[in-house]
Each structure stands twice: as C-alpha cells, then as structure tokens.
C-alpha cells in the first residue's frame, strides 16, 4: 500500500491550510445571556476578529444578593481562557465561574458544569474595593480569600451591563487563573461584559507566622 493522497487527507490538509490562513465562512456562534445555569439561543455569525465561541456560568454576589447566570456569545480566541475562576472582593461580593471557549460552529450548545463554590478561608489576604464610575481604587479594606484562591488582582477599565456603559475597579482575592486576563481584553463575566485597561495580579502576601 502506497502512502496515497485519499481524499480525507486532501480534506484535512485543506481544513488545516483554511484554518492557518483564516479563510471560509466567518465562525458562527450559540449567543444568548439568562439566569440560570445554562441559557439558549439563535445562532449567529460572529463579526470579524471574533474567532471563537464562548459559553460562561457564573455564580455571584453581590452586597449579599446571589445569582447564577450563563452567557454564550462570539469573542477574540486570545482573550479567551477556558477553566475555572474564583474571585473574591469581600464576604458577600465574590464569583465563581466556568468558561468554555472553542472554535468551530456552534461548539458553545449545550451546557458548561456549574462551578464549585468554595467559600472556606485559605489564611490568605488581598487589599480588596469595589468602585463604580472609577478607574483606581484604595484597596483600604482585607479580602479573606477562599478555597484556590491565591492570588490578589487590581482590576479596572470599563464594564457594560446592558446598555449602561461605565468606569470601574476593583480588588480582591483570585484564583491564579484569572492572571491569564491581559490590559486590552475584551472579557466577559456570565453577567457583565469587561473592557479591561489594568489588570495586575499577584501572588496573595504570605500572612505572617507562616512559611519563608
Ligand atoms: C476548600 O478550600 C479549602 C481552603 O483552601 C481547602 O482546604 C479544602 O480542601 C477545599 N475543599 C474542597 C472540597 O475542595
């Protein structure tokens, strides 16, 4: 048998050259937002730039009122992480999340496990505020991070919430995960949709008479 061009090869080699050259129709995507843990809605063609699908579930609080949320949409593949992220900005302000990021038509059906939520404290601290129509914030008050998360991040930029679009910034507790958010990404949360224009994060500081 002689190692011959089968149709199938031709196939993938072509699927894999339109790929690489970003060639063939633009990526169509599931795009719906809802309550609950998954949400579901028209399929639509994603604008230029938008090379991947997006499904998020969220859970939140805010100033102590909780919520589960999904979103489904197109979005930049690069600014995109797949995984899990905690962040926590005070006892009744956190979020978890779950997101799933792929890049062929319609792969955001369907639904994305719920996230864990674990609210034990880990012994860790970040400086942590929550500013609206601001983009710096003190960070006067201590975070208690939980379950995974290890790091502090400083958040800020602007954040669209239906049709109000406004400056924000915070801090808190995260997972290391959200480290893979970079200043310029267009990120969005099962709830809001983030412009980010800082986005530092850290390792939390060892809390003292532990470790070194
Ligand atoms: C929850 O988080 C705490 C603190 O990090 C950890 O010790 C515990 O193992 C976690 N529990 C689960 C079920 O992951």
């Known amino acids: 048998m002689r190692p011959s061009r089968t149709p199938s090869t031709f196939l993938l080699a072509f699927t894999l050259l339109a790929a690489l050259l970003g060639l063939g129709r633009p990526l ?4 719906c937002r809802g309550s ?6 028209k399929m639509k063609t994603c604008e230029a730039g938008k090379d991947a699908c997006v499904a998020i579930v969220g859970e939140s609080s805010t100033k102590g009122h909780h919520s589960v949320n999904s979103y489904k949409a197109c979005m930049k593949f690069s600014d ?4 899990f992220v905690s962040t926590t900005m005070g006892p009744k302000d956190y ?6 990021c792929c890049q062929s038509d319609g792969c955001n059906r369907g639904s994305v496990p719920p996230p864990e939520n674990n609210r034990t404290e880990n012994g860790l601290q970040c400086p942590a505020c929550i500013v609206p129509f601001q983009e710096t914030c003190p960070g006067t008050q201590a975070a208690r991070c939980v379950g995974p998360e290890t790091h502090c991040i400083y958040f800020a ?18 997972t290391e995960s959200a480290c893979n958010t970079k200043p ?3 990120v969005p949360s099962a709830s809001y949709l983030y412009f980010l224009r800082r986005a530092d994060c850290l390792p939390a500081p060892q809390p003292p008479g532990r470790g070194e």
């Open 80 to 83: 995109c992480y797949s995984g």
């Open 184 to 186: 310029g990404a267009e």
């Open 28 to 31: 169509s995507c599931e795009v």
């Open 95 to 100: 979020m978890v999340s779950n997101t799933h």
């Open 36 to 41: 609950g843990p998954t949400c579901s809605g």
């Open 157 to 174: 930029g602007r954040v669209q919430a239906g049709i109000i679009n406004t400056r924000f910034a915070t801090r808190g507790c995260a």
